[in-house]
């Protein structure tokens, strides 16, 4: 059929061989299934840089005059149907898609011009238009309702499947389609979706998502639901628009995208969202519209357009979406967001960008606490797994952001989706703590409940995830509203955590003032302290939450030095002199931290500049941060210290602040000698040298008269850093490969540090449980496996040490915690160029539970299992996965991915069985998957 490209008429003459509408009804020729193919290849086939076949099918008209006469005449004749949807689902496309299939960038695409951009957006606002014909997209529906029912409830053949998703990545590609205020395209969007609705489209899609083979279209599902609530977020929320304060996370909204949704032969661009916004401007907007303001009677989409729609049709279409999103909830919302979170921990995770998962919690779960849904309709996403897959998103996605900032890599998608993670994840807190108080609830959801909130007790991860987030925090990277979203969240899992140890539900004491005591660091009150100078536009809820944590750190955990900073202290001052409202507790703080800031700035004024400057610690040759002393030191020794002590420590400090300031100018011990004469202190300049050496400042002796400080500190830090490192190769030497692990545990011990110990053996117990767990039953399991060591594992990868606080991060600056991981065999940060060491994924649980015995013996409680009947049993040498590796196939708008492998097996048994067969081929399909079959 090539040469009815390659005359005169090109597509046109195709189009004339596809058929004829003759008395209402559409005639298809001899060649039609042949021709339909052929434009299909050529699709496929098209130059790139000139798209040329879409554009003449468009100037052509052939979409109007015979793809969609046939869509709604020939829905007999399932072939052609098939073809013509497929051929439809193509032409629709978005531009981002067909730009990005290409290699570039929109960006890039911008730069260059690509000359047919212009010509397929025009043609791509026409078929929207086409599209608004009821007509074609009943028939399209009512094949879908007919595939349906013919099956009879046994599985869909894949014919079938292939059809039905192909109609919903038609229909997503034209709820894409961007609105636009120069023209109609805004009324157009409007009319296709309530006329989408008026054909019944929420029963039977719905419906798509209750059947066993919903993971075959899941992907393509859950993308038109977010097109469908694009730039409608703001008007489901008012019946209850008291919750203003309350932030979500409705869409999101990137320059560009690199991922590829292979399921559905999809390149999606991540305009399809809008992320973080406020709900409270879309509810204001909506509330003028329901008072009936002709002026204001316009929804902001997206891109900043106004819908120009009656009050009427808007209200019905807000009707449409309320049922939509109520049905979307009952019935389908818990099977769709965990066959998501099943794909996005498999082999197949390339097939979806996890920002769909992300925006289903965050925007669905905020819809069922405004509506108060009961909680057995969505008590499915309130599971440990669903808490355990935030959490390791949160983790990874922080890792990947560092990585690419020491790339110098665009970090916009790691951004917002570590963003919209944390809505995600405070969605699930606020849902769980309404449920939990909910007096309703019948005997079997409290005691679910009841379990969900032991393991997430139980978790470590859980609550070191908000700290690890905060510490990571970067004002020239972030925004303010990511900080904000962060420590309200995790208030609210402190105060849920409260609850917890309160009625003793966790089954390891959980020392919440050790927990607290990481906060209690002048890095991150930093970033308390940075929220907190928009005091004034802060709502109640966020400054409730900084003076929160503030007060515990200054008082609890006796750390009030770290507020000494600059901007909290300047803060402080700005909040009295508004005269602003405040609890008595708020006020007691403030005025305790000033008055602690006068009696340091008069007894020890270096060491105040040093900390209120941000002077960070200085790192001693073992790693660790030497803080203040009144700080590091114990309390009985304070109170030991005399008062020559105390001189001592004053003239110090004052020496250290005159060489700073006078360090490099000629003359300089003669100048200091003079200024300590003015504070009553008398020492000569080689006395002044003298003190200087001792105190490391100094490196020689040359500083005598005339001569002037030549070496700073950081030299000598630095010479000190070098010495040491070659003390400790001298030790090495020494020391056979077998006996360093041994070495290196004693001199840690030494150094106090049993406790990292611990810690670290705790990790390769963690791992090897996590591997165990995955041969056990849910009923054999003694509690959850860690929530990011289980992933990884049962991914396959090396597990991370996750260095959550400054004290581990500390750990790898110091050269025998460093030279022990080396030596038990961890994979080194700059070995695998990422962040954090790893517990590599081919250690069995025999070699984790040896590595974890190195650091001494071991007991039940560490291991949640027996390594005994362990191994009485059998030795997992290899972990099973729960997923078959293959080859990837190249995606095209013709191919989809195949089908699961759970509902392939179901498929074969059942035909097997209807068709009377011996059952070998079904078997024989079992033995192979029966081992990595999804659960």
């Not at 205020?181 to 157009?188: A, I, K, L, T, W």
């Not at 917002?416 to 699930?428: F, N, P, Q």
């Not at 396959?796 to 110091?814: A, D, F, G, R, T």
Request: aromatic residues 8%; contains cysteine.
């Amino acid at each position: 059929m090539e040469w009815h490209i390659m005359n005169v008429g090109g597509v046109s003459s195709l189009g004339s061989n596809l058929g004829c509408l003759e008395e209402s009804q559409y005639i298809p020729s001899d060649e039609c299934k042949d021709v339909l193919l052929e434009i299909m290849q050529q699709l496929k086939d098209e130059d790139p840089r000139l798209r040329n076949v879409r554009r003449q099918i468009f100037y052509n008209h052939l979409v109007e005059k015979d793809l969609c006469v046939m869509i709604k005449f020939l829905r007999d004749d399932p072939e052609i149907f098939g073809l013509v949807v497929r051929i439809l689902a193509n032409l629709t496309l978005p531009v981002e898609s067909l730009i990005e299939s290409t290699g570039y960038s929109m960006a890039e695409a911008s730069q260059t011009g690509m000359s047919w951009q212009q010509g397929v957006e025009s043609s791509l606002h026409h078929y929207r238009t086409v599209f608004t014909d009821k007509s074609v997209l009943l028939s399209l529906l009512e094949e879908i309702h007919t595939l349906v029912e013919e099956s009879e409830g046994y599985p869909l053949p894949e014919e079938s499947c292939d059809v039905i998703n192909q109609i919903l990545l038609l229909l997503r590609n034209l709820l894409h389609f961007p609105s636009s205020s120069e023209d109609n395209s805004s009324r157009e969007h409007e009319m296709f979706l309530r006329i989408l609705f008026e054909c019944d489209f929420t029963g039977r899609f719905i419906k798509l998502l209750q059947l066993i083979q919903r993971e075959y279209w899941t992907v393509t599902a859950v993308q038109l639901v977010t097109l469908i609530f694009k730039g409608h977020t703001g008007e489901m929320f008012l019946q209850n628009v008291t919750d203003i304060e309350s932030v979500t996370f409705i869409m999101e909204q990137s320059e560009d995208s690199d991922r590829e949704c292979l399921m559905c032969g999809y390149q999606h661009s991540d305009k399809d969202f809008q992320c973080i916004n406020y709900l409270e401007e879309s509810i204001s907007k909506n509330l003028r519209l329901r008072h009936g303001s002709s002026q204001d009677s316009r929804s902001s989409s997206p891109n900043g357009s106004s819908l120009e729609v009656s009050s009427q049709e808007q209200e019905k279409l807000h009707k449409y979406l309320e049922v939509f999103a109520v049905q979307f909830l009952t019935k389908a919302f818990c099977n769709t967001v965990h066959v998501l979170r099943n794909i996005l921990t498999s082999q197949y995770k390339a097939m979806i960008d996890e920002v769909y998962i992300l925006w289903l919690l965050a925007f669905f779960l905020k819809y069922a606490r405004h509506q108060r849904v009961e909680f057995h309709y969505i008590r499915g996403i309130f599971s440990t797994d669903m808490f355990a897959f935030l959490v390791y998103k949160i983790v990874v996605n922080s890792e990947e952001l560092v990585v690419a900032q020491r790339n110098k890599q665009d970090t916009t998608h790691h951004l917002r989706r570590i963003h919209l993670t944390v809505g995600a994840m405070r969605e699930m807190l606020q849902g769980l703590k309404l449920y939990c108080e909910d007096q309703s609830l019948d005997k079997a959801n409290i005691a679910y409940l009841e379990n969900l909130q032991k393991d997430l007790a139980n978790s470590v991860d859980l609550p070191q995830m908000f700290l690890l987030l905060i510490r990571n925090f970067q004002m020239h990277t972030h925004s303010l509203r990511f900080l904000q979203d962060v420590i309200i969240t995790n208030h609210l899992l402190l105060l849920l955590v409260d609850v917890w140890r309160s009625q003793s539900i966790s089954k390891t004491e959980f020392h919440m003032l050790n927990h607290i005591k990481q906060f209690a660091t002048t890095e991150v009150m930093q970033k308390y302290g940075r929220l907190l100078e928009n005091f004034e536009y802060n709502n109640a809820v966020v400054n409730n939450c900084i003076f929160t944590m503030m007060h515990h750190v200054a008082g609890d955990c006796e750390k009030p030095n770290a507020l000494l900073q600059v901007q909290i202290l300047r803060t402080f001052l700005e909040i009295l002199d508004s005269n602003a409202p405040l609890t008595q507790e708020k006020t007691d703080l403030i005025e305790f931290i000033l008055q602690k800031f006068m009696v340091e700035a008069e007894n020890n004024p270096f060491s105040c500049a040093l900390q209120l400057f941000g002077e960070m610690p200085v790192k001693s040759k073992h790693g660790k941060a030497e803080e203040e002393e009144d700080e590091v030191a114990d309390d009985a020794e304070d109170e030991e210290e005399d008062e020559n002590g105390e001189e001592m420590k004053k003239e110090k400090d004052i020496l250290l602040m005159l060489y700073t300031e006078l360090m490099g100018q000629p003359g300089a011990l003669s100048a200091i000698s003079t200024k300590l004469g003015e504070f009553g202190i008398k020492k000569t300049e080689q006395q002044i040298s003298e003190d200087l050496k001792e105190f490391d400042w100094l490196v020689d002796e040359r500083n005598t008269e005339g001569s002037e400080v030549s070496k700073t500190r950081s030299v000598e830090s630095d010479m000190e850093q070098s010495n040491s490192s070659s003390s400790f190769a001298d030790d090495l030497e020494d020391l056979d490969d077998s006996e360093i692990v041994t070495y290196c545990i004693t001199k840690l011990k030494e150094m106090k540090c049993e406790d990292h110990l611990k810690w670290l053996q705790q990790q390769f117990c963690d791992v090897a449980y996590a591997k165990c767990a995955m041969s056990m039953s849910s009923l054999d399991k003694i509690e959850t496996e860690g929530f990011v060591a289980g992933l990884h594992v049962i991914q396959n990868k090396s597990v991370p040490l996750i260095l959550y606080n400054e004290e581990q991060e500390q750990l790898m600056h110091n050269p025998y915690f460093i030279t022990l991981l080396q030596f038990l065999g961890l994979h080194m940060p700059e070995d695998v160029g990422l962040v954090f060491p790893r517990i590599p994924h081919f250690w069995t649980i025999q070699n984790l539970v040896e590595k974890a015995s190195q650091f001494g013996d071991l007991t039940i409680d560490q291991l949640k299992f027996d390594p005994v009947k362990l191994k009485e049993g059998r030795e997992m040498t290899e972990i099973m996965l729960p997923f078959k590796l293959e080859k990837k196939e190249d995606i095209t708008f013709e191919k989809m991915k195949k089908i699961p492998d759970t509902v392939w097996i179901t498929m074969i048994q059942q035909y097997n069985k209807n068709s009377g067969k011996d059952g070998k081929q079904g078997m024989q399909v079992r033995n192979e998957f029966q081992s990595q079959a999804c659960p």
